[in-house]
């Protein structure tokens, strides 16, 4: 019951900050709509928030806490300041060099992340406005993963909540800077970037007074052969690719869709900026907790307890990623059309993304598991595995981009940017179910019984969703057509039918949510 309080603390927070995300998306969507301009913003953002999930929330977060864990653990309180000392001092050394190199060469950076940029006839200036928006976006990676260092030191002594809350600030200040900002500038999403730029500097001087009053808040120093920082430099090399495989995919989407029509990067991001929400609020949330708590249980050699917590996460998993996946993809459509249909963000703009969110939604539990398993490895400080995993699926996801996408294009069929978008669902249950298996395989994680009946019950409880969102879900054209407090109204009551269908399948099934834990099972499994 600790863990679903923590995790329903993050996910509350995580859920504030998704609904000022899409209320941010609404206002870029009506003020600058989803064309070449857009795109240049989107890339110049993707490239530090790409790079950011990589290593900040990615790598360096998986291969912190553990290390960090271990020290709470075994060590005094005066080591622990000491390894945070040398941490930040190392990180922020190296990301002050790094962020120095990207603004210099920015140029280059673009015609990496989008070739398709380069000599484009019918856009010439979207090349050099991209570059000029990354050498004001990409410090943001800088502020960004100091962050992620701070938080990771709060959410390892239990301090969930001002983590979670500080993604809040990067979409206020998205907001004041198209708002406000904007009007300003002879270029207006200039001013976008501004705002990624003011929002890096916010979160971090944000945490800096919660990691004071517990003692953290240490002057960064600089020390070569620190054996914590060495061991958690050795475990970040490989984890790189074992917990970013999704992002890594993603960039391969945005490398791809600069070569196909102007809006295809856009209609992406709209897309995965709905399927973020349901895996940040619950599977980003859930994987923050058990992070640490699979660390502690690791330093503690509690084998048992550490199996049961990966199953009570799985269990939770199934049961919410089943009707987020559902529910995306019957109302992908209309949800597109009630957020961001107003301005300069057309009907024709919908009809492309909701093909995307659909491919995207497919793969949402999928991408939750990922975030789930992953903790399994990372908790007892084993980079390795999930790197060959990682691999694999990377692989995987650059085939079937080609397998999907190609023959589109020389069909000349619309929507080509959608084949790139069911790639990454696919690759993700590669990476899921290799993830799985490796801790099968290894005797890490033992199901607890009743696993049968658990997905059973999900299955029956999804077809009453299914059902029900299929009866009152109207026509495209029609949600296209109402006004938007009519799209509102429709849509909220389409969603808390279906809600309740699910739920009710569950309760009717034997699901009773409170009482999901493995430590309560019955011999039979049922909970």
Same mark, same amino acid.
């Given at each position: 019951?600790?863990? $679903?309080?923590?995790?329903?603390?993050?996910g509350g /927070?995580?859920?504030?900050?998704r609904?000022?995300?899409?209320?941010?998306?609404?206002?870029?969507?009506?003020l600058?709509?989803?064309?070449? *301009?857009? +795109?240049?913003?989107?890339?110049?953002?993707?490239?530090?928030n790409?790079?950011?999930?990589?290593?900040?929330?990615g790598?360096?977060?998986q291969?912190?806490?553990?290390?960090? *864990?271990?020290?709470? #653990?075994?060590?005094t309180?005066?080591?622990?300041? !000491?390894?945070? &000392?040398?941490?930040s001092?190392? $990180?922020?050394?190296?990301?002050?060099?790094?962020?120095?190199?990207?603004?210099?060469?920015?140029?280059?950076?673009?015609m990496?992340?989008a070739?398709?940029f380069?000599?484009?006839?019918?856009?010439?200036?979207?090349?050099?406005?991209?570059?000029?928006?990354?050498?004001i #976006?990409?410090?943001?990676?800088?502020?960004?993963?100091?962050?992620?260092?701070?938080?990771?030191?709060?959410?390892?002594?239990?301090?969930?909540?001002?983590?979670?809350?500080?993604?809040?600030?990067?979409?206020l200040?998205?907001?004041?800077?198209?708002?406000?900002l &904007?009007?300003?500038?002879?270029?207006?999403?200039?001013?976008?970037?501004w705002?990624?730029?003011?929002a890096?500097?916010?979160?971090?001087?944000?945490?800096?007074?919660?990691?004071?009053?517990?003692?953290?808040?240490?002057?960064?120093?600089?020390?070569?052969?620190?054996?914590?920082? !060495?061991?958690?430099?050795?475990?970040?090399?490989? &984890?790189?690719?074992?917990?970013? @495989?999704?992002?890594?995919?993603?960039?391969?989407d945005?490398?791809?869709?600069s070569?196909?029509? &102007?809006?295809?990067?856009s209609?992406?991001? /709209?897309?995965?900026?709905?399927v973020?929400?349901?895996l940040?609020?619950?599977?980003?949330?859930l994987? #923050?907790v058990?992070?640490?708590?699979?660390?502690e249980?690791?330093?503690?050699a509690?084998a048992?307890e550490?199996?049961q917590t990966?199953d009570?996460?799985?269990?939770?998993?199934?049961?919410?990623?089943?009707?987020?996946?559902?529910?995306?993809?019957?109302?992908?459509?209309?949800?597109?059309? *009630?957020?961001?249909?107003?301005?300069?963000?057309?009907?024709?703009?919908?009809?492309?993304?909701?093909l995307?969110? *659909?491919?995207?939604?497919?793969?949402?539990?999928?991408?939750?598991?990922?975030k789930?398993?992953?903790?399994? /490895?990372y908790?007892?400080?084993?980079?390795?595995?999930?790197?060959?995993?990682g691999?694999?699926a990377m692989?995987?996801?650059?085939?079937l981009?080609?397998?999907?996408?190609?023959?589109l294009?020389?069909?000349?069929?619309t929507?080509?940017?959608a084949?790139?978008?069911?790639?990454?669902? @696919?690759?993700?249950?590669?990476?899921?179910?290799? $993830?799985?298996?490796?801790?099968?395989?290894?005797?890490?994680?033992?199901?607890?019984p009743?696993?049968?009946?658990?997905?059973?019950?999900?299955?029956?409880?999804?077809?009453?969703?299914?059902?029900?969102?299929w009866?009152?879900?109207? +026509?495209?054209?029609?949600?296209?057509?109402?006004?938007?407090?009519?799209r509102?109204?429709?849509?909220?009551?389409v969603?808390?039918a279906?809600?309740?269908? /699910?739920?009710?399948? $569950?309760?009717?099934?034997?699901?009773?949510?409170?009482?999901l834990?493995p430590?309560?099972?019955?011999?039979?499994?049922?909970y």
């Amino acid at each position: 019951m600790g863990l $679903l309080r923590s995790t329903a603390t993050v996910g509350g /927070y995580t859920l504030l900050s998704r609904i000022l995300g899409f209320a941010r998306d609404v206002v870029l969507a009506t003020l600058f709509g989803a064309g070449a *301009t857009m +795109d240049a913003f989107f890339v110049a953002f993707k490239i530090p928030n790409f790079l950011r999930r990589l290593f900040a929330e990615g790598a360096f977060s998986q291969a912190f806490v553990p290390v960090l *864990t271990e020290y709470k #653990t075994r060590r005094t309180p005066a080591e622990v300041q !000491e390894l945070v &000392a040398r941490v930040s001092g190392a $990180l922020g050394g190296v990301l002050i060099l790094l962020t120095a190199v990207a603004v210099l060469a920015s140029p280059l950076l673009v015609m990496l992340f989008a070739p398709g940029f380069i000599d484009d006839p019918e856009h010439p200036e979207r090349f050099e406005l991209t570059a000029d928006m990354l050498r004001i #976006t990409f410090p943001y990676l800088l502020f960004i993963s100091m962050t992620a260092l701070a938080g990771g030191i709060l959410n390892t002594y239990g301090r969930f909540g001002v983590p979670a809350f500080t993604p809040v600030l990067l979409n206020l200040s998205l907001i004041g800077a198209a708002v406000w900002l &904007a009007p300003l500038f002879s270029e207006p999403v200039m001013a976008l970037a501004w705002g990624v730029f003011i929002a890096g500097a916010a979160q971090l001087a944000f945490q800096l007074p919660f990691l004071a009053r517990m003692g953290m808040l240490r002057m960064p120093r600089w020390r070569r052969g620190h054996e914590g920082v !060495e061991r958690i430099m050795r475990l970040m090399l490989p &984890a790189i690719f074992g917990s970013s @495989v999704a992002q890594i995919n993603l960039l391969f989407d945005t490398i791809i869709a600069s070569f196909l029509v &102007a809006g295809s990067v856009s209609w992406l991001y /709209y897309s995965d900026r709905l399927v973020e929400f349901p895996l940040g609020v619950f599977g980003i949330a859930l994987a #923050t907790v058990i992070l640490p708590n699979l660390s502690e249980k690791h330093a503690r050699a509690s084998a048992r307890e550490f199996s049961q917590t990966l199953d009570w996460a799985l269990r939770w998993a199934v049961l919410i990623g089943t009707p987020a996946t559902l529910g995306l993809m019957l109302l992908a459509g209309p949800v597109l059309a *009630t957020l961001f249909q107003y301005g300069a963000f057309g009907g024709e703009d919908v009809r492309m993304a909701a093909l995307s969110l *659909t491919a995207y939604a497919f793969g949402l539990l999928g991408f939750i598991l990922v975030k789930v398993l992953a903790p399994g /490895y990372y908790a007892r400080q084993d980079t390795r595995t999930p790197v060959r995993i990682g691999i694999i699926a990377m692989f995987s996801n650059m085939v079937l981009n080609l397998a999907f996408v190609v023959p589109l294009v020389w069909l000349g069929v619309t929507g080509t940017h959608a084949g790139l978008a069911l790639a990454t669902a @696919v690759a993700a249950f590669i990476n899921a179910g290799l $993830l799985l298996r490796g801790l099968r395989r290894t005797g890490v994680y033992t199901p607890e019984p009743g696993w049968g009946r658990v997905v059973r019950q999900a299955a029956v409880a999804g077809g009453a969703l299914a059902a029900t969102v299929w009866a009152l879900n109207p +026509d495209l054209s029609q949600w296209l057509a109402w006004a938007a407090p009519q799209r509102i109204l429709v849509l909220s009551g389409v969603i808390a039918a279906g809600a309740a269908a /699910y739920f009710l399948g $569950l309760r009717l099934s034997g699901v009773r949510l409170i009482d999901l834990r493995p430590a309560r099972s019955t011999p039979d499994g049922d909970y």
